[in-house]
T-cell receptor, first 116, second 105 residues
């Protein structure tokens, strides 16, 4: 089954304790992205990656890191989480660079993070 | 910078009524997306509109695109409770704020 998976789905942690949220897709997509969703603010892009070893900042990259060592995986790293990073996080992927394709994004199930 | 604006941001309506959600965007783009998000769930793709005049329909939802006006509409016909969700439009990598739709029996 074609899908985007994220782990963990729920996480409660404390300020300053490094964490990683994993994201994996099995559709051979080139483009992957992380978003955070907060009430009243819609979806905001954190980082995105056009291909392996190619990453770029989105709208709200502060406090986050990413890496793209393999095509299928795009982990989100919070080196020193703070309470303002409490949010719902989504990973997404698409065949972004395919000309003429519809290239819609496929979203993971979401990770609800609480930083105390 | 590409800006995407949706309106309304919140809509409460009765079953059986028709309504339209609007999505305006600020610069030229060759594709526009509509997504649906159920409460507490992820987003799923509804429609991809690739050209001026494109119209797509699925069930009670119909989406259209006017690239000259930089406007897309999502029309709901004879709404039913199951269509209650938040609807997002996206242009390239920019997202609208979402329209929360509540349909009352």
């Amino acid at each position: 089954e074609a899908q985007v998976t994220q782990n963990p789905r729920y996480l409660i942690t404390v300020t300053g304790k490094k964490l990683t949220v994993t994201c994996s897709q099995n559709m051979n997509h080139e483009y992957m992205s992380w978003y955070r969703q907060d009430p009243g603010l819609g979806l905001r892009q954190i980082y995105y990656s056009m291909n392996v070893e190619v990453t770029d900042k989105g709208d709200v990259p502060e406090g986050y890191k990413v890496s793209r060592k393999e095509k299928r995986n795009f982990p989100l790293i919070l080196e020193s989480p703070s309470p303002n990073q409490t949010s719902l996080y989504f990973c997404a992927s698409s065949l972004w660079v395919v000309a003429g394709g519809e290239n819609e994004q496929f979203f993971g199930p979401g990770t609800r993070l609480t930083v105390l | 910078e590409l800006k995407v604006e949706q309106n309304p941001l919140f809509l409460s309506m009765q079953e059986g009524k028709n309504y339209t959600i609007y999505c305006n965007y600020s610069t030229t783009s060759d594709r526009l997306y509509w997504y649906r998000q159920d409460p507490g769930k992820s987003l799923e793709s509804l429609f991809v509109l690739l050209s001026n005049g494109a119209v797509k329909q699925e069930g009670r939802l119909m989406a259209s695109l006017d690239t000259k006006a930089r406007l897309s509409t999502l029309h709901i016909t004879a709404a039913v409770h199951d269509l209650s969700a938040t609807y997002f439009c996206a242009v390239a990598l920019s997202w609208g704020a979402g329209t929360k739709l509540i349909i009352k029996p």
